[in-house]
């Protein structure tokens, strides 16, 4: 049976042509985060390990490999604003990946309009059908196992203001598949979006989860 499993530690090697780990912890959703420093420069970037981790209050969380300067960023002013990134918007998205230096404002880069947000200070971006205000809860340096500490630094925030573009709701219900979120996916190049044909529902068998 353990010859139909391909095995590997990842301290060893995975022996694969890509490592497949983040292929398999697919597809994910992306922390599009918006953010400034102290003295208000702006940065906006996206990281794909991303999601969300709390409902009642509703917490959200990236990890950047490195302390780049959303992470600083957001140590020094404690806020941030997460962007829902959709097909329509991709490119754009994409285009605020580049390695700039810290002088550069991504907004301007990709082609983006800053509008004021309600609650933080931090502006969001005011094409995204859906943006997140967000506070600073907690900034984690990752270790191993073993106790080694990482050059990654999980940011969690707690959603303080939520902003929806009103074609997203149907009778007072977010519909999902209508706003054509991507994905992040294994390799260097691929994402994903969803839509209605690959919808399935299922009953929970009893009503304790959310």
């Known amino acids: 049976m353990t010859e139909s499993f391909h095995f590997y530690e990842p301290r060893k090697g995975h022996g694969l042509p890509h490592d497949p780990f983040k ?3 697919a597809p994910r959703p992306i922390g599009w985060v918006s953010s400034q ?35 600083a960023n957001i140590e020094a002013t404690g806020e941030f604003c997460w962007h829902l990134a959709t097909q329509p ?5 994409n285009t605020s990946s580049a390695s700039v230096g810290a002088d550069v404002d991504e907004f ?7 509008a004021a947000s309600n609650v933080v200070k931090v502006p969001r971006v005011l094409e995204a059908p859906v943006s997140f205000e967000c506070r600073l809860t907690q900034l984690i340096q990752l270790q191993s ?9 999980l940011v969690m925030g707690e959603v303080v203001g939520v902003h929806i573009d009103q074609h997203l709701l149907e009778d007072g219900i977010y519909q999902t598949a209508a706003a054509e979120p991507i994905l992040r996916s294994g390799g260097p190049t691929t994402y994903y979006t969803i839509n209605e044909s690959v919808r399935f529902d299922m009953e929970r ?6």
């Open 108 to 114: 301007a880069l990709a082609g983006l309009t800053p």
């Open 145 to 153: 196992a073993d106790g080694e500490k990482l050059d990654t630094w």
């Open 89 to 93: 918007l991709a490119e754009k998205m």
């Open 37 to 71: 420093n102290a003295e208000g420069g702006l940065n906006l970037a996206p990281y794909s390990f991303f999601n969300a981790f709390c409902a009642a209050p509703p917490i959200i969380g990236f990890a950047s490999a490195g302390w780049k300067d959303s992470v």
């Open 23 to 25: 292929a398999i912890i």
């Open 205 to 210: 068998p009893d009503n304790s989860g959310q």
